[in-house]
Every structure is written in C-alpha cells, then in structure tokens.
C-alpha cells in the first residue's frame, strides 16, 4: 500500500498542467510544476504551489529532458510525478527515472509502457489478449511489404512502430510507390522518434476511429464509454465526441468489452485508451493501439460519466483500489469536443504564436473549457499549438451539435489565428449533424 501523494509534480505545460494542478489541489496535494522559460508566467505556474525552472524553451531542453525533469521533481520534494499528454508522458526511461529517484509515476507500470509504447508489440499483445487487428505486420525491406501486400491487397498504410501523430505514415495505393513510401516513411520516423522500424496494414477505406477510455488498479478493469475521433486532418484529430454515435450496440457493446479485456491482460494500472478502426459499412473492427496516459479528449468522457478521470489516476497511483465497479457507470447525454488550435486553417494551418490581445472563452449550461490562455497571454512558437478545447454536453447528440455551435458563435479570441472558424463549418455539416462520419470527412470538408 502506497503512502497518500503530499506533492505532486507535473511534467507537462499548458491545459493539461492547469488541469492536472487543479484536480490535485482539489485532493489537498500541494503541486509543484516544472516550467520552461518561455512558460515562467503562464497561467499553470501561476496557481501551482511550486514552480522549477526547466531551462531553455525547446523542449529537449526543457520538457523532453529526463535528467532535468526529475532533478526538478526532486528538488520540489515531490512524491509522485504526472506526465500529462504528450511529452514524456509514455517514455518508459522516464518512468523508470522517476521510480529510481523514489518518486511514483502516475502512469501504468513499466511493463504496460513497454507493451503498448510498441506498435509491433502491441499488435502481438492485442493477438494474446483475443483481440481482432488490421490484417498486416513487419516489413524490414519494401520486398516484405509487396509480400504482405500480396495478401492484404491495395490500398496499404505504412507505419512507424514508434510513431504517433501522424508521423511516419503513408498511404499507397499502387504497387508502384511502395518502395518510395517506404524509403519517405522510415526516413520520418528515423527523425521524429530515432527508430526507423515500420508496419504495414492494409487500408480500410471506409474507417472509423473509435476509442474506449479503460481506468484499471492492476487487479481489474473498466470501461467509461466510447469516442469518436474520426475527423482528423492528417491523422492528428480534431473533433471528438461520446459516445461515439450511429453504431449498433452489439459492436458497442463487443469494443467496450475487448478494451476490459487487452487492459485486465496487462494488468493495467491507471487511465488509458484503446484504439479501434472500425469500418464504417460493416462495423468490424480492430485493434489498433493502445494510449497509456490520460488522453486529450478525456473531458467528453467524464461529460457523459461524471467520472472525474484525472482524480482516478491520483487515487490509484496512490495506492487505492479502483473505485468504481462497471455497473456503477451510467452513461448520460452526449458530449462534443472540439480543439481550439493556434492555426491559420485557410493558409495551410500554419502555426499562428504570439500575443493574444483578447481571450473570451463561452460560458453556460452545459458549457465546459479547458484552456489556459488568457488575454495578455503569449503563445510561444516552439510548442504544440493547442489553447484549449471546448466542450459541450446535451441530453441528446442533437443538443450537444446544437449547443457546439453556439458556443462557437460566443467565442472571441484576437491577436492571433485560430481553427474556431473551421469548427464553425464542421458543425453546419449535414454529414457530421447526421453522425458516424469517417477519416475521409476533412477531405470531403475541403473539397465540398
């Protein structure tokens, strides 16, 4: 049985710090937050307890050094550690650093990390587990992908075992790009993650991507619901919503119980999220990988469950069972998040940093935001562009699109670009108003 966390350090930035500090404060935990210098006035290291300098504002300097971060964490006297997302959040070095400095991570144990930080092996899990997966598997050279394609047939998707956010990613759809693809793809991953290792899978055309938000005690597991996060722009979401709408509820019911099942498996510890692709025609689906961290999208969940999902991962990181059995879980309504992003969709959304002169976030029944930008503030160039994230809960979908785009006609943000007009038009959308749209949806978006 673990000691109850006295301090709390989080590792991350932005809303997910803010957040995160929150949440503790709210347990009686003193916080400590790790800051760059270019986030020393920011909103997080305003409310926290504590705050530690970093060093220089890239993130490998900063952010993505383990060395630092748990000197920091150290220095605060902190008892555990909260990767937030992104960031360090599924570094298994870094989960070992902190535990070796006596810390606790507030994560899945290092054997889940290694499991799931792995596409290949989490592929191989996924099998042991009884799990269906997109027909596919390794290819060292382009003449295994032409015989993994002999099989799954064109179009294929290359990925990168260590890839997330789109990178290392390709599409073909010819037998005469593969070896291209797959020289552009193992280069892209070589860069972003420093291993050039790559799967191919074949393309489900008509795809949903569909998720279930898993909480366990290493003992067992439950479910909070599903997602939808189809709508992306290469690869990197963009709307999400709960429950994910227009699916049978057999295969509801079939996706919910295969996340218990691959996360009692691992004995998974802490709040994570299983990927499924699920083909919009058939409703198939497959596993595609499994999130060991607290997710973006986390707040439509506790939207529909009020299951406070950050305050779970404290609990049990502090040695508590899990305090929820299934049928303690009542799905109410539905949610809509949409990702406020400092981005120019009209010029290729390209990254808009700097002052905002005005930040008038929406307010209201029903009405939640999770930013911390406020007017005055900075964004600064060298990090994710995310400022917050709107979310909304209706009894109905219908209300919950309704209510979206009125929050979105409230909100006021000068000073800088933002991808609020774009949700604007997503919301109009007879496809999305209609719901269960697919991954193709952006791209039918910018041609229509």
Not at 110 to 122: R, V
């Amino acid at each position: 049985m673990r000691k109850p966390i006295n301090t709390l350090f989080i590792a991350n930035r932005g809303e997910i710090a803010l957040r995160v500090i929150r949440t503790a404060k709210r347990l009686g935990m003193k916080t400590a937050l790790g800051v760059s210098d270019a986030d020393a006035n920011s909103r997080g290291a305003a409310e926290a307890d504590l705050v530690v300098r970093l060093g220089p504002a890239p993130s490998s300097q900063s952010y993505l050094n383990i060395v630092k971060v748990v000197a920091a964490a150290k220095e605060a006297g902190a008892d555990a550690v909260h990767p937030g997302y992104g960031f360090l959040s599924e570094n298994i070095k870094f989960a070992r650093a902190v535990a070796e400095a006596g810390m606790i991570f507030v994560g899945p144990d290092p054997h889940a990390l290694d499991a799931m930080g792995d596409k290949l092996k989490a592929r191989h899990v996924a099998i042991e587990a009884g799990l269906p997966v997109v027909p596919g598997g390794e290819a060292e050279t382009a003449d295994d992908a032409a015989k993994i394609a002999e099989k799954t047939g064109y179009p294929l998707l290359i990925k990168a075992v260590s890839g997330g956010g789109g990178r290392g990613m390709k599409r073909v759809d010819r037998p005469e790009d593969l070896k291209s693809q797959i020289g552009l793809a193992v280069s892209e991953a070589e860069a972003a993650f420093g291993d050039p290792r790559i799967y191919v899978e074949r393309f489900v055309a008509s795809g949903r991507h569909v998720e279930v938000q898993v909480i366990g005690d290493g003992k067992r597991a439950i479910h909070l619901g599903t997602r939808d996060c189809s709508i992306q722009r290469r690869f990197q979401k963009l709307v999400e919503e709960a429950p994910a709408p227009n699916i049978p509820d057999d295969r509801h019911r079939a996706i919910e119980t295969a996340a218990v099942k691959i996360a009692e498996h691992l004995n998974y510890k802490g709040a994570g999220t299983v990927e499924f692709l699920v083909d919009a025609e058939t409703f198939d689906f497959y596993f595609l990988e499994m999130n060991a961290r607290i997710q973006v999208e986390h707040p439509v969940t506790e939207e529909i469950t009020g299951v406070d999902i950050v305050e779970q991962q404290l609990l049990i990181a502090s040695g508590a069972s899990l305090g929820y059995r299934q049928r303690d879980i009542e799905f109410q309504g539905a949610a809509i998040e949409v990702r406020i992003n400092a981005e120019d969709p009209d010029a290729d959304f390209r990254p808009s940093p700097g002052l905002v002169a005005k930040a008038e976030w929406p307010a209201g029944e029903g009405v939640r935001v999770d930013s911390h930008i406020r007017s005055g503030d900075s964004i600064p160039p060298n990090y994710d562009s995310l400022i917050g994230k709107l979310i909304v809960h209706g009894a109905t979908r219908e209300e919950a699109v309704a209510r979206i785009a009125e929050t979105l006609a409230t909100l006021n943000i000068e000073g800088v670009k933002t991808t609020a007009p774009l949700h604007a038009r997503i919301m109009a959308d007879a496809r999305f108003k209609k719901g269960g749209v697919d991954t193709r949806f952006f791209e039918g978006l910018q041609n229509g």
